[in-house]
C-alpha cells in the first residue's frame, strides 16, 4: 500500500509539473485575483512569486470577518494557520515548486465531523463534545497535511450530521448557528452546508465534506459548487463523527471539478484505522484522478436518463426546460443519452420502505457509542449521554427542534433480526435497481438533477459528482449530478469536467454588499 501511495503521490506531482509547464510566459495581473482563484492558479501565483501562503490565508481571514457573520459557514478558524501557511512559504523556497502537491501551502476546511489533533475542537456543531480531545487527525486529515495543506478551521453543518432530529433546520448547529446560502441567504441545504457555503462565498480554496445520504450532493447544488461523494471506502471515515460505516463517505467540495479532483487524489487510499479503504483501494486508477480531467471527456460517454427524476409537476415551467437544456448540451459534448430508462423499484427507495432509516438508526448508535469511547477526553462518552445533555441543556442545544433520531436510535439493540431484514432488502434494491441498470444499459453514468438521485447511491455505497448547471430566475442555484458503479470515479470526473468546460454555469455570489 505504501508503495501504490508513492506512486500516486509521484503521479499528482508530474501532472502539477506539466499544467504549470502549460502556463509558458503568461503571468498574473498585477494584483492577483484570489476570488475564485483554482488551485493551479494559486500554485502558478507561488510559482512566479506573486503570492504568499500566508497572504492567501490572511485574504481569506478577511472574508470570514466580513460574510462569516452573515453566512455562518465556519464554526471555528484554525489559530495556527497563519503560522502554518509561514511554514509553507519557507519549504517553497527550499523546493521546487513543481514537486510540490497542488494542495501544499492551500488552505482547507474541514465539516465540524472530521478530526483534527490540534487547537480546533471536533464536535458535529454540539456543545456536547466541546471540550473533547480525539485521539490523532482523521486519516484524511493526516492525508491532507501529508500533501502540504492549511488546515484553516472547521465548516459548520446541521447539527450532528442531521442526525439528531428531522425537525431540525438545515444548515442549524447549536454551536455554528444557521448557515445561509450565500446567492439567497436562504436555505443552504445539509449536512455539509458549511463546506459548501465558505467554498461558494470566497471564504476558502477547497473544504471536506461527509454524506451519509444527500450530505455532499445536495449543498454543493443549492450553493452552485462542486461536490464528490466517492465510492465508499475509497476515502478514510476514521476520525470522523459516524452514522453508518456502510454509508458513509469523505469527499471534496470545491468550486471546480479540478480542483474537487486534485483534493480527492490526496485524500484517497488505504488507512490502517479503516479497513474498507483496503478493499476500495483496487479502484483508485495508477496516475490518479488528476489524468481524467479532458475537455472533451462527454464524447462516447453513455449517460442513462431516468425521466422519474425530471418530473417537476405540471405547474413549474423553468425546470423541465433548463435541464433539457442540460441534456442537450450533454449531447453536443458528444455523450450517447440512453433514455427512458427505469430504476426497478425506485419507489420504494423514496417511501420509506426501503429500510434505509431502520438500518442507520442501529448503527449510528454502534458506531457513536464506539467513536466516543475512543476519545481521550470528551464531557460525553455515549449517545444516551448525548441524549442526557441535551435534555440538561435544552435552552442551549434548542431542544424544541428535538431529538427523535437519538432517541429511536438509542432504543435500538444491536444489529438484530429486523435490521438484518433492512440491510437485506437495501442490498436488493440496489442490484435489482439501479446495478441492473447500470450493467444491462452498460451505462457509464446516470444523470439527475440536482441531488434527487442521492439515495439510489447511498443505500448502495455508490459514488456521485454534482457539477453546478444555472440559476433560476429568484437566483437559486440548480445542478446536475452523475453517478455510477462502484469505482466509476474517473469516468464521472471525465463527464463532469466536460459538462463545466462546455457550460462555465458557476458564478460567484454577489455577496460584496453584506
Known sequence: MA???????????????????SYGSCSFHTKLSIEEATLIDLQHAFYQNKLTSRQLVEFYLEQVHRFNPILKGIIEVNPDALDQASRADIERKKSSPRSLSPLHGI?????????????????????????????????????LRMAGAIIFGKASLSE???????????????????????YILGEPCGSS?????????????VSLGTETDGSILCPSTLNS????KPTVGLTSRAGVIPISSRQDSVGPICRTVSDATYVLDAIVGADRYDNSTIEASK?????????FLRAGGLKGKRIGIVREFYDFGHDETFYPQAYEKVLKTLKKGGAILVDNRTIDNLQLIFDGSSGEQIALL??????????????????????SDAIEFNKKNSKLENLEYGQELFLKAEATNGIGDAEKAALARLAKLSKDGFERLMIKNKLDAIAAPGSLISSVFAIGGFPGVSVPAGYDPQGVPYG???????????????????????????????????
Do not use: C
Request: aromatic share 10%; no cysteine; glycine share 12%.
Open 3 to 21: 508503495g501504490q501511495s508513492f506512486l500516486l503521490y509521484v503521479s499528482m506531482l508530474l501532472g502539477l509539473m506539466a499544467i504549470l509547464s
Open 107 to 143: 488552505p482547507v476546511l474541514v465539516k465540524d465531523n472530521i478530526a483534527t489533533k490540534d487547537k480546533l475542537n471536533t464536535t458535529a456543531g454540539s456543545f456536547a463534545l466541546l471540550g473533547s480531545i480525539v485521539p490523532r487527525d482523521a486519516g484524511v486529515v493526516t492525508k
Open 160 to 182: 450532528w450530521s442531521y442526525f439528531r432530529s428531522n425537525e431540525l433546520p438545515s444548515g442549524w448547529s447549536a454551536r455554528g448557528g444557521q448557515g445561509k446560502n450565500p
Open 193 to 205: 452546508s458549511g463546506s459548501a457555503i465558505s467554498v461558494a462565498a470566497n471564504m476558502v480554496t
Open 225 to 228: 459548487v462542486v461536490g464528490i
Open 283 to 291: 479502484y483508485i486508477p495508477k496516475g490518479g484522478y488528476g489524468q
Open 362 to 383: 442501529a448503527e449510528f448508535k454502534i458506531s457513536l457509542n464506539a467513536y466516543l469511547k475512543e476519545l481521550v477526553a470528551s464531557p460525553i462518552r455515549s449517545l
Open 480 to 514: 446536475i449530478t452523475f453517478g455510477g458503479l462502484k469505482g466509476f470515479e474517473p469516468r464521472l470526473i471525465e463527464i463532469a469536467y466536460g459538462f463545466e468546460h462546455l457550460t462555465k454555469s458557476r458564478k460567484p455570489p454577489s455577496i460584496n454588499g453584506l
